[in-house]
């Protein structure tokens, strides 16, 4: 298991800005897939939350447990139905992913994803998201711990 920034910026349709969260986490390989682990912070909205990026076989899954709860998959044209639970109450989320393009290795790497969302019935709200995993080296980590 190394240590590693995890950057996630996205663009949605709804939004004018593009939201950047950076975080310290975790990155491993286990079973021929990638693992991002970061604990999400009380700017995210969710705090007490751990968010796994799963990333394998073209994939990307996000699953996140603690105060929010909840699975999205993200693969080429894929289509994707999922109940999130937050502390307000559940939320049902239809999903469709565009495009998913992936480029990590045991050091990290980046990963975009095209997909659109739907709040129950209301319009889809479209979002561009790029992931950036950077492992930290021996000397880098002396600064963060």
Do not use: W
């Not at 590693?4 to 593009?18: G, L, V, Y």
């Not at 937050?86 to 045991?106: A, F, R």
């Not at 319009?123 to 963060?144: L, Q, S, V």
Request: charged letters at 30%; aromatic letters at 8%.
């Amino acid at each position: 298991m190394k240590r590693a920034i995890i950057t996630i910026s996205s663009k949605q349709s709804i939004e004018d800005e593009k939201i950047e969260s950076i975080t310290p986490g975790q990155f491993y390989e286990r079973n021929g897939g990638y693992y991002a682990v970061y604990k999400e912070t009380e700017i995210s909205g969710m705090k007490g939350t751990t968010t796994t990026l799963k990333i394998k076989d073209g994939k990307v899954i996000l699953i996140r447990t603690g105060t929010t709860k909840g699975k999205m998959e993200f693969a080429d044209n894929h289509h994707y139905m999922c109940i999130y639970s937050t502390q307000y109450g559940d939320i049902e989320l239809q999903m469709h992913t565009k495009s998913v393009d992936i480029d990590v290795n045991e050091n990290g790497g980046e990963v975009f994803i095209d997909y659109s969302i739907n709040l129950d019935q209301d319009m889809p709200i479209f979002t561009k998201m790029h992931i950036n995993i950077r492992t930290m080296k021996d000397d880098e980590e002396e600064g963060i711990k």
